[in-house]
C-alpha cells in the first residue's frame, strides 16, 4: 500500500523557524518532492530529494532519510507569506506523485 | 506562472452533463499528468501520458473519465454524466523529457510544474 503521512495544521510565529515532518511507506521510491500551495492556486515546487541528507535553497531546507521513510521542511524566518499548504509527495515508479493530504502552516504576527 | 495552461479555470455544471478540461503543458514538456484534488487534501494521480501515449491510469478513472493526448502536445480530460462526486480542482502537470544517457534521478526531468487547475463544480 500506498502511506504519506503528515501533520494537519501547524502555526508559526513571524520570524521564527518550522519544520513540517512527513513518513512515507509507498511500493516504490525514486525521490521525494515538497510544493507549496496557497489557498486555490496550483502546487509549486520547492524543493526534491532522491538522496539521504539535507539540501538548502534560501530559507527552504529539506532532508531525506530513505531508510527512516522520512523527510522533512525546514523553513526559516518565517514571513506572513508563507501561509499556506506545504505537500509532501513520493515519486514513484512510473513517473507520478503519491501526494500526503498537506500541512496547513499559519504564520502569525 | 510556470508555463502550463489550463482551461477553463472554473466550470459549473448540472448532474448528468458532459464536461471537457484542457491543458497546454510547457512546450518542450513530453510528459503530462492529471490529478485531482478535493478540498483539505493532496492532489490524486489520475494519468498520465508521454508523448501521444497514455502510460497508466488509476482505478480513480471510472469508465466516465477519458483523457487523450493526440498530437503529443496539448491534453484534454472529459467527464460523461457527472455526478456530484466529482466535484473537485482537477490539475494538470508537465515534466521535461526523459533524455537516454542522463542520471534517472535528474531533477531536471522529474520535477513536475502544475498548471492552475480547473475548479469543477457539479449541482
Not at chain 1, 520547492?46 to 530559507?59: A, H, I, P, Q, T
Not at chain 2, 466550470?11 to 512546450?27: A, E, L
Not at chain 2, 497508466?56 to 454524466?81: M, N, V, Y
Request: include cysteine; charged fraction near 20%; glycine fraction near 10%.
Amino acid at each position: 500500500g500506498q502511506n504519506i503521512d503528515q501533520p494537519t495544521e501547524m502555526t508559526a510565529t513571524e520570524g521564527a523557524i518550522v519544520q513540517i515532518n512527513c513518513t512515507y511507506q509507498t511500493s516504490g521510491f525514486n525521490g521525494l518532492f515538497w510544493y507549496q500551495q496557497h489557498a486555490g492556486e496550483a502546487p509549486t515546487f520547492l524543493s526534491y530529494n532522491v538522496l539521504d541528507g539535507l539540501e538548502e535553497k534560501g530559507r527552504f531546507s529539506s532532508f531525506l532519510s530513505r531508510s527512516k521513510g522520512y523527510s522533512y521542511l525546514l523553513l526559516k524566518e518565517l514571513q506572513m507569506k508563507d501561509s499556506a499548504s506545504y505537500l509532501c509527495a513520493v515519486y514513484n515508479q512510473g513517473g507520478k506523485l503519491i501526494f500526503g493530504q498537506g500541512t496547513e502552516l499559519s504564520v502569525k504576527p | 506562472d510556470t508555463g502550463v495552461s489550463q482551461d477553463p479555470r472554473h466550470k459549473i455544471t448540472k448532474r448528468g452533463q458532459n464536461v471537457t478540461f484542457r491543458c497546454d503543458p510547457i512546450s518542450e514538456h513530453n510528459r503530462l499528468y492529471w490529478y485531482r484534488q478535493t478540498l483539505g487534501q493532496g492532489p490524486e494521480f489520475l494519468t498520465y501520458f508521454q508523448n501521444e501515449a497514455q502510460l497508466e491510469k488509476s482505478r480513480l478513472l471510472s469508465d466516465r473519465f477519458s483523457a487523450e493526448r493526440p498530437k503529443g502536445s496539448f491534453s484534454t480530460l472529459e467527464i460523461q454524466r457527472t455526478e456530484q462526486g466529482d466535484s473537485a480542482m482537477y490539475l494538470c502537470a508537465s515534466s521535461l523529457p526523459d533524455q537516454s544517457g542522463t542520471n534517472p534521478y535528474s531533477k531536471r526531468t522529474d520535477t513536475q510544474y502544475f498548471g492552475p487547475g480547473t475548479r469543477l463544480t457539479v449541482l
